[in-house]
């Protein structure tokens, strides 16, 4: 359904023209409904550390009260009514019993709790974070583990463009752009724009440098681009006022908007009048699980050609392509010595924090590309071809760390709360920022090393998964049964979709507001109490072969990193980091993020996120600012 080319979603907004569509869902049941329905659900645990210790300290003092009461009328019936029939009679013992109950229980109590919280939320408040309820400011104190999203949150969500790769070895280092507003440059016809480029670029050899390629690299950057320049109106909160501020400022996500930044602003490159010129006839728009955005256009000197573009994570468009192009110009063959190459470039920029996203394309004539699209319109590309595809190169980009975020997962550390990170990036790239940001700290990763896994089936069809420390085999391990997760189960009912018994219901519900959770498996407590002293990163693919064991070895560790994960994985580890009976906050910014910020004990959302992330978190930090929270 996400996928889908011809669907218009609930809120959806008609600019302009006119049509007909045949309504499929409405209220709940659209994809908006639904994804409202699960953010706005009961979420995570709502019964907090505080609730609970108030829960059990009014039973003991109601049993205390029915133990005095009862000790009371024992003694009046027993004593003093035989011996002593004046003393006290029975309508006083009445008053004396709800005298009783009245002293005992503490009626002044949850005012008292209410009054300390919302002084708590008041002065959070004037540190730029926005507590939603109450109860969130204790859970505050509680937290174990927060598990962060990257871009945006741990990064600037700035990104910049400063290389561009091609063929094996060729690099071209593009000029510094600071800036997100539009480019004012006037309109360049093609051989001026590269040459431009190429005088303000420099290259890495001292040999030429193929026009054809660099325009190709442009060409993809400017079509297959979702960024546009928009009208933003801002809000500004002053003293005792609030104004309305009116901008113009590229909207998009933070990749596009820096390609969009490069062609405006570093080439000169009119991106308006490029993309009427060069018609875009279809779109895949950019999917978090297939990592990848396609779009078809007319080109303007040819026709009755269609250039398909497709951009995205390197290890995932070259699976797409089957021949490359060279510095040269030539289309030669993608051999797997080859890709090999192109994956050790990814990697040697990643290991320095870099973003890295392929361009690959292939032509296409009108008549045989609409032939194509109505004949594999249901396929997992919806019509676009998914094979030979020509590779052209590779984008460099940077988003710089947040200046507080290192010392911030110092003083979270220093204070016993482990910072896992938790991102859709390649794993070089993640490792990199994590470095950078001490989520894998020299203390520990560097000098002890980073533990890893791999895992390969027998011949029988059983996954066995070899654990490495510091590239030295710890063991065998064969996966049981895999871990598998299900909303249903969340909501508190069967996986398939029915409601347990009534009286299971209340007792559970009866355990949840005395008893603190509990992990559910047969080492519970083991990782809370023995942690690991090394560092893992685990991949996306990886969590899919990943039984009870695996997480028990995977979440002991002290510093963790989780790359190339999908909003579904995201929710999969903190559900598994709760089992265990860690406290979880989870920080982001995007729409990926809402499940996990809606389900974990404590979600913290980003004042520059998207709208759903902010309804899903229980706090947002007004200023960004991920110290904020430690």
Not at 39 to 61: M, P, W
Not at 356 to 377: G, K, M, T
Not at 553 to 562: A, D, G, K, M, Y
Request: aromatic letters at 6%; hydrophobic letters at 40%.
């Amino acid at each position: 359904m996400l996928e889908s080319k011809n669907i218009v979603y609930c809120s959806s907004i008609v600019e302009q023209g006119t049509g007909e569509g045949l309504v499929i869902a409405t209220g709940d049941r659209t994809m908006i409904g639904r994804m409202s329905k699960l953010t706005q659900g009961k979420g995570g645990d709502e019964i907090t550390g505080l609730h609970r210790e108030f829960n059990r300290f009014l039973l003991f003092v109601c049993v205390g009260t029915v133990i005095a009461v009862a000790i009371l009328w024992i003694t009046w019936g027993a004593w003093l009514q035989r011996d002593h029939p004046t003393f006290v009679s029975y309508n006083n013992n009445i008053v004396n019993s709800v005298g009783m109950i009245v002293a005992f229980l503490p009626v002044g109590l949850p005012s008292c709790v209410t009054f300390v919280l919302t002084i708590v939320a008041k002065r959070m408040y004037r540190q730029k974070v926005l507590v939603k309820s109450l109860q969130i400011v204790e859970t505050f104190n509680s937290v174990s583990v927060i598990a962060t999203d990257k871009t945006g949150t741990l990064t600037q969500n700035q990104m910049t463009v400063t290389h561009l790769l091609w063929d094996l070895d060729r690099t071209l280092a593009l000029p510094s752009i600071h800036s997100n507003g539009p480019s004012s440059s006037q309109q360049l016809n093609p051989s001026d724009r590269n040459a431009i480029e190429l005088i303000k670029c420099r290259a890495s050899s001292t040999t030429n440098v193929s026009i054809e390629v660099i325009h190709d690299l442009l060409l993809g950057a400017c079509l297959c681009n979702n960024a546009e320049v928009q009208l933003v109106a801002n809000v500004e909160l002053g003293g005792n006022t609030v104004d309305m501020v009116r901008e113009t400022k590229i909207v998009g996500d933070a990749a596009d908007t820096a390609l969009y930044n490069m062609c405006s602003r570093a080439c000169h490159i009119d991106m308006i009048e490029t993309r009427s010129k060069n018609r875009r006839l279809q779109v895949l728009p950019f999917n978090s699980n297939m990592k990848l955005m396609i779009s078809a256009n007319k080109l303007e000197n040819s026709p009755s050609m269609v250039l398909i573009l497709m951009k995205g994570a390197p290890d995932y468009v070259i699976q797409h392509c089957s021949t490359y192009k060279t510095n040269q110009g030539d289309v030669e063959l993608l051999t797997n010595e080859i890709r090999q190459m192109i994956v050790k470039r990814q990697e040697t920029f990643g290991k320095d924090g870099y973003r890295l996203i392929a361009l690959c394309q292939r032509s296409l004539e009108e008549n045989e590309f609409n032939e194509y699209v109505n004949a594999n319109h249901s396929d997992r590309l919806h019509g676009f071809p998914s094979d030979n595809y020509t590779f052209i190169g590779l984008y460099a980009l940077i988003d710089p760390p947040r200046d507080e975020v290192p010392d911030a997962v110092l003083k979270a550390r220093h204070a016993g709360i482990r910072v896992a990170m938790v991102t859709g990036d390649h794993p070089t790239t993640a490792r990199s920022i994590a470095n950078q940001v001490n989520i894998l700290s020299s203390e520990i990763s560097l000098n002890n090393g980073i533990d890893t896994f791999q895992s390969t089936k027998d011949q029988n069809g059983k996954i066995i998964v070899d654990l490495y420390r510091n590239d030295n085999l710890l063991e065998k391990h064969e996966v049981a049964h895999i871990t598998k997760h299900d909303l249903n189960i969340r909501e508190g009912n069967h996986p398939d979709g029915e409601k347990l018994p009534w009286y299971k219901r209340m007792i559970g519900s009866c355990k949840n507001n005395f008893s603190d959770p509990t992990s559910g498996n047969a080492n519970e407590g083991v990782n809370r109490m023995n942690y690991i002293p090394y560092g893992v990163v685990v991949t996306g693919c990886e969590i899919e072969n990943m039984d009870d064991y695996m997480w028990d070895w995977v979440l002991s560790h002290q510093e963790i990193v989780f790359a190339r994960t999908s909003p579904e994985q995201k929710l999969s580890i903190v559900t598994e980091f709760q089992r265990r009976g860690e406290v979880v906050a989870v920080t982001g910014d995007g729409t990926n993020d809402a499940l996990p910020l809606k389900y974990a004990h404590l979600g913290v959302a980003m004042q520059s996120g998207t709208d759903i992330s902010k309804d899903a978190g229980d706090m947002i930090l007004l200023d960004n600012n991920f110290s904020s929270i430690i």
